[in-house]
């Protein structure tokens, strides 16, 4: 039985990812929402201090060798919250979502080189993947990786040229739709494509 004190950071790890992954979500629409309240300067300074805290607690539960790795994104985040806060201006701060996309596409992208991304996930289903399947689960990241591409121009673009309303309707509500979409789409195509091999492997020579 695990004592109190693993018990403990367990539990507070799992609290600070959670809340790590709503602010990330609820992040554009809060951005938003602050903007329409207060200057910019005043939304990323405490935006920063949001930040600092919950990277530094989310690091504090990592060993020592992958703090680093952890840290990254919520770094770089910092740091355009902080630019944002030093020259007053809210279009540091925008830039996050389109940054999150593109990371998203470099992770996509590079699995390519070795395992795609969906193979990785198909196989904690179906480990034993034909070459048909690791084929298609090939081509299934490309499509992942041209919706990061797309995805990151939308959200760039009304960064640019449009209001902040529709910027924060896009990148905190519809893209969140589109990937659920995009990922429930893929998910049944899978289910049932590898499924129905499976059932036909199962029954055997008639």
């Not at 896009?170 to 195509?189: D, H, K, N, Q």
Request: hydrophobic share 55%; aromatic share 10%; with cysteine.
């Amino acid at each position: 039985m695990a004592d109190a004190s693993t018990a403990a950071p367990s539990k507070l790890g799992r609290a600070l990812g959670v809340a790590v992954a709503l602010g990330s979500v609820a992040y554009p629409l809060l951005l938003w929402y602050g903007l329409t309240h207060w200057s910019p300067r005043r939304v990323g300074g405490v935006a920063v201090l949001l930040v600092a805290a919950l990277t530094a607690l989310r690091v504090w539960q990592v060993p020592a060798g992958g703090r680093w790795a952890v840290a990254q994104a919520p770094v770089l985040a910092g740091a355009l919250l902080l630019g944002g806060v030093l020259l007053d201006d809210a279009r540091l701060m925008m830039t996050v979502p389109t940054l999150v996309n593109l990371a998203l596409l470099l992770t996509f992208g590079r699995s390519l080189r070795d395992t795609p991304m969906v193979e990785r996930y198909a196989r904690l289903v179906h480990p034993d993947l034909a070459d048909d399947e690791v084929a298609y689960c090939r081509t299934v990241t490309w499509v992942w990786c041209g919706f990061f591409v797309l995805n990151a121009l939308i959200s760039a673009g009304l960064l640019i040229w449009a209001p902040v309303a529709w910027w924060a309707a896009f990148t905190g509500a519809i893209s969140y739709g589109l990937v659920g979409l995009l990922f429930a789409a893929e998910y049944a195509m899978r289910t049932v494509r590898f499924g129905a091999r499976r059932r036909v492997a199962a029954q055997g020579p008639r």
